[in-house]
């Protein structure tokens, strides 16, 4: 089990940039696949990118794909998500979690952070 706390959040404008970050508790973080999911009001929680273990294996939903970059450092137990261009539709609270499997499907997320709420004005 590791413990997630997310931090960066906060209100920006169209097309500005802002970089989330996710500390994580625990001996193994490094071996724990790290996703970014969001949940916008009224809506599910959706995927949004995720990292292996292997930091040069990543997947992005389409919807941040080219905009957003996950990334890690195992020595800092932290992951991050660079987040450009960022638009109204990008509005969202924002969730790290830990998982064993590489899979865009939230289910499969043992350990999530509390989330940081992430508004992008027009």
């Known amino acids: 089990q590791v413990q997630l706390v997310e931090a960066g959040g906060g209100l920006v404008q169209a097309g500005e940039s802002m970089r989330l970050s996710c500390a994580a508790s625990?001996?193994?973080?490094?071996?724990?696949?790290m996703g970014w999911f969001r949940q916008a009001p009224g809506k599910e929680r959706e995927f949004a990118a995720v990292?292996?273990?292997?930091?040069?294996?990543?997947m992005y939903a389409d919807s941040v794909e080219g905009r957003f970059t996950i990334s890690r450092d195992n020595a800092k137990n932290t992951v991050y998500l660079q987040m450009n261009s960022l638009k109204p539709e990008d509005t969202a609270v924002y969730y790290c979690?830990?998982?064993?499997?590489?899979?865009?499907?939230?289910?499969?997320?043992?350990?999530w952070g509390q989330g940081t709420q992430v508004t992008v004005s027009s």
């Open positions: 979690a830990a998982g064993v499997v590489y899979s865009r499907d939230p289910d499969l997320y043992g350990d």
């Open positions: 990292i292996s273990w292997n930091p040069t294996i990543r």
């Open positions: 625990g001996s193994s973080f490094s071996t724990y696949t």
